[in-house]
Structures are given as structure tokens and as C-alpha cells.
């Protein structure tokens, strides 16, 4: 956990600047360069990309699975609301990185 080197506000791992004072935390002190946050920013979104596919998969086999409770038994039926829950929570988090992709690239051009 970092700490700002100006008040000593606890700090999120990938912040640029501080939540208390302001400070701008990027430069030589901090080791953030411009290129490692356009890495966090590019990390972000790929993970966001990886949990949509995620998401567009698992509901894809849940609503599959689930049709097929129609016409089979129960157990497929649960797997398949199981699957839509997963895939919901994989939205969720792609959501989260993309946040933070967005929280990154905003925090670049102060
Ligand atoms: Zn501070």
C-alpha cells in the first residue's frame, strides 16, 4: 500500500494523484512513468475485453441450457441459471476495468 509523500494519505496501488491533497504522485519519487500508466490503461481494457467474452459466452450456455429445460431435466435447467449468473458477474467486472481504464486515461491528462 503506497502513502502520498506530501500528507501521507493512504493511497490505492494505481493512483496518480492524491485523494487528499491533490498532489500529483507521477514523476522519479514515485517510479510511475507516462508509459507504465498507459500499460495499467492498456491492461485495464484488456481485461475488461477478456470479462465481456466471458459474460457473452456464459449467458450464451445459460440460455442454452436453460431452452433445453424445456424439453430435459431439471439439473440442466439449474446449470443454465448458473451459467446467466456467472456471466453476469463477468459483465460486472468488465465494467470495473473499463472504470478504471477510463479512471487512468483521466488521471493522464492532469
Ligand atoms: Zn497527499
Partial sequence: MAHCQYCG???????IVCSACG???VGEN????ELQIQEKIDEAKHRANIHTISAIVLVTIGIVAGSVLCISSNAIGLFGVAFVCL???CTASAGR???KA???KKQLKL
Fill in 87 to 89: 456471466g453476469i458477474g
Fill in 9 to 15: 494519505q493512504r493511497l490505492d496501488e494505481d493512483a
Fill in 102 to 104: 477510463r479512471r487512468l
Fill in 30 to 33: 514515485t517510479g510511475w512513468q
Fill in 97 to 99: 476495468h473499463e472504470l
Fill in 23 to 25: 498532489a500529483s504522485l
